[in-house]
T-cell receptor, first 114, second 113 residues
Framework: AQSVTQLGSHVSVSEGALVLLRCNYS??????LFWYVQYPNQGLQLLLKYTTGATLVKGINGFEAEFKKSETSFHLTKPSAHMSDAAEYFC????????????FGKGTMLLVSP | NAGVTQTPKFQVLKTGQSMTLQCAQD?????MYWYRQDPGMGLRLIYY???????DKGEVPNGYNVSRLNKREFSLRLESAAPSQTSVYFC????????????FGPGTRLTVT
């Protein structure tokens, strides 16, 4: 079975500051890892994903994440926050095959102040 | 190319009423999923269909039924709605070539009174 823990249900940053959203996972097999973003009253949109290969993954809107197997982590970062980044972010891990079900974390709401 | 579509967008039911949530995808994906989203709980899998003709229970299947009507369509039915089923419901799909990525619909906001 897989599980995902996102540290902090809310994270507040100032515009221009570093964004760091934490995600730790548990998986008995090599995981596929994902970050999704949800803007108010919308569905989920993929930010980035790790499957195999390079452990530093770049996504849309300037976000990136690094897969650290030894720490079972997949933290999401962005060097400089923008007001438009305010949203809820979800980390997810896939099942054994990589094509099966996703297990989501509970989400982190990112608040960006001017 | 509409991606994943869901109907209706909003629905209010009385306890005990039934309804069906519709989902369709036009990406020729084999797998489809139904999730519910509740505050502070993230997304929880209700049912999924790995391929046309198969369905399996997820984490929270009680009170729901599903039908994979064809490759494009996957419906979720509430036979006797309860207030605990008040939630936002998302449909998603994925294909063999999507590397595990799931594509989500816009959601259905359901209130059961």
């Amino acid at each position: 079975a897989q599980s995902v823990t996102q540290l902090g249900s809310h994270v507040s940053v100032s515009e221009g500051a570093l964004v760091l959203l934490r995600c730790n996972y548990s998986s008995s097999v090599p995981p596929y890892l994902f970050w999704y973003v949800q803007y108010p009253n919308q569905g989920l949109q993929l930010l980035l994903k790790y499957t195999t290969g390079a452990t530093l993954v770049k996504g849309i809107n300037g976000f990136e994440a690094e897969f650290k197997k030894s720490e079972t982590s997949f933290h999401l970062t962005k060097p400089s926050a923008h007001m438009s980044d305010a949203a809820e972010y979800f980390c997810a891990v896939s099942g054994e095959s990589g094509y099966s079900t996703l297990t989501f974390g509970k989400g982190t709401m990112l608040l960006v102040s001017p | 190319n509409a991606g994943v579509t869901q109907t209706p967008k909003f629905q209010v039911l009385k306890t005990g009423q039934s309804m069906t949530l519709q989902c369709a995808q036009d990406m020729n994906h084999n797998s489809m999923y139904w999730y519910r989203q509740d505050p502070g709980m993230g997304l929880r899998l209700i049912y999924y269909s790995a391929s046309e003709g198969t369905t399996d229970k997820g984490e929270v299947p009680n009170g729901y039924n599903v039908s994979r009507l064809n490759k494009r369509e996957f419906s979720l039915r509430l036979e006797s709605a309860a207030p605990s089923q008040t939630s936002v419901y998302f449909c998603a799909s994925s294909g063999h070539r999507s590397g595990g990525e799931q594509y989500f619909g816009p959601g259905t906001r359901l209130t059961v009174t």
